[in-house]
């Protein structure tokens, strides 16, 4: 499509606010084919909570949701486009290499109506020959991901028509099925929780968040941020959360899936450090309740990445981030290697000036 075809406008006011405007984007942007909870009105809400201004666009009609963050007085914005625009999980080739240009022609547009300097985007896409040509062409670079890992690891056989609860259960290593034996031998329950009825649940659940990333020496999430988001996605219909408990009915493990576009997507996941007098096995039973839910809903498990910073290829035994992809592996995920964020510069003099100034302000902190 050449440039002067594509159409970019601000969506109408109070698009992201206004219930039916609100759900019509969502049901575009999140819900259909390609869609993603990132591009989203609750998303847009949790950035604002955390001081980013979102622009919703319609670029040919289509929706796009546009972060930007500024220099106080300055200006000088960078803006960064999260897993959009929605693009089918098996899309063809050549729709999938349209998207670098459309994405410059959209950084073109910011440059001009909204001073931005730099674009930073992760359609997320598998990755293809093509499609790194493209975004070469197109004047694009690879630069650091915004997400904890790059890649996916997909079950895709929960998205067959017809496919069996027993099927996909056969697909699960000997180990974790029998793991997930022994949790339901043990009394461990899982639990579905509502945004309205379940608040106090939801809280101990992101505090399970917290407490294994401690552990993990992971980040830690804001609880009260968190949660807001949590309700929010929950009232859009898109994220379940779940909560593990033993006999004696404690919460030991909780899970959140975002449901968008072909996939359930792991998102959240935490576990109560316990003595060897607690039954074992609720992690497993929790993560396979996301897969057969996936399975019912005809969706994609998304079970995430398993690689990190300095460890993006596929993990061999010695490795650091093996352990994680074996033990996704063991549901049967498979691999899938996507093509990352990249960045293009907008307008190089004012790029330098906004880094010289960022610069100057952090040495005087």
């Avoid at 649940?201 to 804001?222: M, P």
């Avoid at 996936?294 to 994609?300: C, N, P, Y």
Wanted: glycine share 8%.
């Amino acid at each position: 499509m050449g440039a002067a075809q594509m159409n970019i406008e601000r969506a109408p006011m109070g698009t992201l606010a206004d219930p039916t405007l609100r759900a019509a984007w969502d049901q575009r942007a999140v819900a259909a084919p390609g869609g993603d909870m990132h591009q989203g009105a609750a998303f847009a809400a949790d950035r604002a909570r955390r001081s980013i201004r979102t622009l919703p666009l319609y670029v040919d009609g289509a929706p796009l949701l546009v972060c930007i963050r500024s220099l106080p007085i300055f200006g000088l914005s960078v803006a960064s486009i999260s897993r959009g625009p929605a693009i089918p999980a098996d899309a063809p080739d050549a729709e999938r290499a349209s998207v670098p240009g459309r994405l410059q022609r959209v950084g073109e547009w910011l440059r001009k109506e909204e001073g931005v300097v730099e674009l930073r985007v992760d359609p997320w896409l598998p990755a293809s020959d093509a499609l790194e040509a493209e975004w070469l062409r197109a004047g694009f670079s690879p630069c650091d991901e915004s997400f904890f890992s790059k890649h996916a690891m997909w079950v895709r056989a929960t998205a067959r028509r017809g496919v069996t609860e027993a099927e996909i259960f056969s697909h699960l290593n000997a180990t974790k099925r029998n793991e997930i034996s022994a949790a339901h031998r043990n009394g461990i329950q899982v639990s579905r929780l509502h945004p309205e009825h379940d608040l106090a649940a939801l809280r101990e659940a992101a505090t399970l968040v917290n407490e294994t990333a401690i552990r993990r020496q992971f980040a830690q999430i804001n609880l009260d941020q968190t949660l807001l988001t949590w309700v929010d996605l929950m009232h859009s219909g898109q994220m379940e959360a779940w909560v593990a408990r033993d006999a004696h009915g404690a919460v030991i493990a909780m899970e959140t899936a975002l449901r968008h576009g072909e996939r359930l997507t792991s998102h959240h996941a935490g576990s109560r450090e316990v003595g060897s007098s607690v039954p074992a096995g609720a992690v497993v039973l929790l993560r396979w309740t996301l897969i057969e839910t996936a399975r019912q809903e005809g969706r994609i498990a998304d079970l995430g990445g398993a690689d990190v910073v300095g460890h993006r290829e596929i993990p061999q035994p010695s490795e650091k981030m093996y352990g994680l992809y074996d033990y996704k592996r063991a549901f049967g995920a498979e691999w899938v290697a996507m093509s990352g964020a990249h960045r293009i510069v907008l307008d190089p003099r004012r790029y330098a000036l906004r880094s010289a100034i960022r610069t100057v302000l952090r040495a005087g902190r």
